[in-house]
C-alpha cells in the first residue's frame, strides 16, 4: 500500500500568511493527489485535484504543485475562513490514502 | 444538485453488526462510483472502501477488509457499509463520497460528500 506523509501536523499562522503543506507519498503516484479542507464538525471539501487543478469554486489563493512522490499545497494569503484542517489523498490505487492532516491554526 | 444522505448509525455493543445506507439523488447513480470514508472522534480521515458504478469492483482498506462490505443498489439510488464484529476502534463518523467522474476504470478521487452518519460502539 502507499503510505502518504503529510507535514507540518499543526501550524499556527496569521491572516495575509502565505502557508505552505507537503505530502510525500511513499512510491511514484504520478499526479494522483488531492487536498481537502475540512472544518470542524464538516464533511472535508476538495480543494486541488491531479495535484495542480483547481476545483471549481475554490479560491485562487489555493494551489497546488507536484508529482510523482512530492506534493505541496500553498494557500497565498491565508484568510479568516481558511483556518482549517487539510489532508492530501493518492488515488492512483487503491486502497486509496490519506495524508495524517495539518491543522492550521490561528497565531 | 448532488445530495448524499447516510443514516443507520447508532449506539451499538461490541461484537454486533450495522449497516449503514447513503441515500443519493441530483445525478445518475448508477454512472459514479461511491466510497467509504471515517473519522474517529479527534483523528483523521481513513478511506475504507470503494464500489464501480456497476457493483462489479469492490476494495477496501487493509484495516477493514474481511469484516465489511460494501454494496449498492443501482434501483434505488444507494449505497450500504456492512460492519461485521464491531469493535471500539470502529467509532467514528462515517462519510460515503462520489466519484469524481463518471464511469470510471481507474481509481479517481472523490468530489461530493454526504454530512456522515455517528456509529459508537461501547458496551
Known amino acids: 500500500d502507499i503510505q502518504m506523509i503529510q507535514s507540518p501536523s499543526s501550524l499556527s499562522a496569521s491572516v495575509g500568511d502565505r502557508v505552505t503543506i507537503t505530502c510525500r507519498a511513499s512510491q511514484g503516484i504520478r499526479n494522483d493527489l488531492a487536498w481537502y479542507q475540512q472544518k470542524l464538525g464538516r464533511a472535508p471539501k476538495r480543494l486541488i485535484y491531479?495535484?495542480?487543478s483547481l476545483q471549481s469554486g475554490v479560491p485562487s489563493r489555493f494551489s497546488g504543485s507536484g508529482s510523482g512522490t512530492e506534493f505541496t499545497l500553498t494557500i497565498s494569503s491565508l484568510q479568516p475562513e481558511d483556518f482549517a484542517t487539510y489532508y492530501c489523498?493518492?488515488?492512483?490505487?487503491?486502497?486509496?490514502?490519506f495524508g495524517q492532516g495539518t491543522k492550521v491554526e490561528i497565531k | 444538485q448532488v445530495q448524499l444522505v447516510e443514516s443507520g448509525g447508532d449506539v451499538v455493543q461490541p461484537g454486533r453488526s450495522l449497516r449503514l445506507s447513503c441515500a443519493a439523488s441530483g445525478f445518475m447513480f448508477n454512472k459514479y462510483g461511491m466510497q467509504w470514508v471515517r473519522q474517529a472522534p479527534g483523528k483523521g480521515l481513513e478511506w475504507l472502501a470503494v464500489i464501480w458504478h456497476d457493483g462489479n469492483h469492490t476494495y477496501y482498506a487493509d484495516s477493514v477488509r474481511g469484516r465489511v462490505t460494501i454494496s449498492r443498489d443501482n434501483s434505488k439510488n444507494t449505497v450500504y457499509l456492512h460492519i461485521n464484529s464491531l469493535r471500539a476502534e470502529d467509532t467514528a463518523v462515517y462519510y460515503c463520497?462520489?466519484?469524481?467522474?463518471?464511469?470510471?476504470?481507474?481509481?479517481?478521487?472523490?468530489?461530493?460528500w454526504g454530512q456522515g452518519t455517528l456509529v459508537t460502539v461501547s458496551s
Open positions: 491531479a495535484a495542480s
Open positions: 489523498l493518492q488515488y492512483n490505487n487503491y486502497p486509496h490514502m
Open positions: 463520497a462520489r466519484d469524481a467522474a463518471p464511469i470510471v476504470v481507474v481509481p479517481v478521487a472523490m468530489n461530493y
